[in-house]
């Protein structure tokens, strides 16, 4: 598949699980029973595929969330939230209770805690939906249990799969199964080397490529890798060097930089490096999904670095350089979703 033709914007389709995330930040340490902690900060935001779904509206994407979406007074919430950041909600299914995760995170790291509501099957689009360029799938919900995204991957939609952390400890490599009908898988390092039983991210991002064409492994600090076996393609990025915040959703805001770069056909290198951008800077606010950037404040971080001087800022600035390309396409298509700090809470 090519470019979106026309100048028109990438049209995605989201399934999965959507959470309301309920973050908080700066703690000074875990609590422990018996004992109260405080935090810094607070938000509640869209989670799990409302991540996704966010940034990749953020980003100018004509997005579509597929999922079901509690009725309840933390459901309406995120409702007005997913709406309010240009995220379409035509096909979501409605059901009583939201799926609640309480993040308590520190600049490091963070410890999540999670509420799971009744399941309601796999939500699926109308059989006469719109037909989509991309859909992001997060291979451990119901939503990989249906048949749309096989059927829309066959037509010629590129699906990107994403997966959650195995509960069981088990690491079924079943569970990648549904990898051959995708054209991409974004896990971490951590989840890579589990379910291929290998000790380095590079070696464990090797093995998936034989189940799909395109691996793309986050690894924290140290940035990201990738390989396209179609091109033979390697790349690595280093991590963008940032005052994080926050780093609830990161790697859902990664995926959805490294989709709308990969829907554009960058070059490898530079849809990791749009990907680790994206992150980057969702990182230094709280939040997750309503800390995703929008094209604008890309923009804006791309004109500040180009007037900055130091030998460290021209390797920064030559390996962003393909912005000066990328983002006026990108502001074209914008759809108009607000800035990070217009969203309603």
């Known amino acids: ?5 026309n100048g028109r914007p990438p049209h995605v389709v989201v399934l999965g699980d959507v959470f309301v ?17 405080y935090a810094l900060d607070s938000t509640l935001a869209p989670g799990g595929s409302g991540n996704h779904a966010v940034a990749l509206a953020r980003l100018g994407v004509r997005t579509r969330l597929v999922s079901a979406l509690g009725d309840d007074d933390l459901g309406l919430i995120i409702q007005r939230q997913l709406r309010s950041s240009g995220v379409l909600l035509e096909d979501a299914l409605h059901c009583e209770r939201s799926h609640v995760t309480v993040s308590l995170s520190s600049a490091d790291d963070r410890a999540l805690a999670t509420y799971l509501a009744p399941e309601q099957g796999p939500v699926e689009p109308a059989p006469e ?22 059927t829309a991957s066959a037509q010629g939609s590129r699906v990107y799969a994403d997966i959650g952390w195995d509960p069981s400890g088990e690491w079924a490599v079943e569970s990648l199964e549904p990898l051959a009908h995708c054209h991409a898988f974004l896990p971490n390092e951590q989840e890579a080397r ?20 395109v691996v793309v492994l986050t690894c924290g600090r140290d940035g990201a890798l990738a390989i396209d076996q179609r091109t033979g393609e390697e790349a690595r990025v280093p991590a963008l060097a940032v005052d994080a915040v926050d780093p609830t959703g990161a790697g859902d805001v990664f995926v959805g930089g490294f989709v709308t770069a990969d829907l554009l056909d960058l070059p490898l290198t530079d849809r990791l490096a749009f990907a680790t951008l994206t992150a980057g800077l969702a990182v230094r606010r709280l939040g997750g999904s309503l800390a995703a950037p929008t094209v604008h404040e890309l923009s804006r971080w791309w004109q500040q670095l180009r007037t900055t001087r130091g030998s460290d800022q021209r390797d920064l600035q030559r390996r962003y350089e393909f912005l000066e390309d990328l ?13 990070a700090d217009e969203v309603p809470a």
């Open 129 to 150: 939906a719109p037909w989509a360029d991309g859909v992001v799938l997060y291979l451990s919900s119901t939503a990989a249990d249906g048949t749309w995204w096989r």
């Open 327 to 339: 983002l006026p396409r990108l502001i074209a298509g914008q759809t108009g979703a607000p800035a």
């Open 194 to 213: 589990a379910y291929t039983r290998t000790d380095t991210p590079r070696a464990a991002a090797a093995a998936l490529t034989r189940h799909v064409p």
């Open 21 to 37: 995330d309920l973050v908080l930040a700066g703690l000074a340490e875990p609590p422990v029973a018996g004992r109260e902690v």
């Open 1 to 5: 598949m090519t470019s979106p033709p």
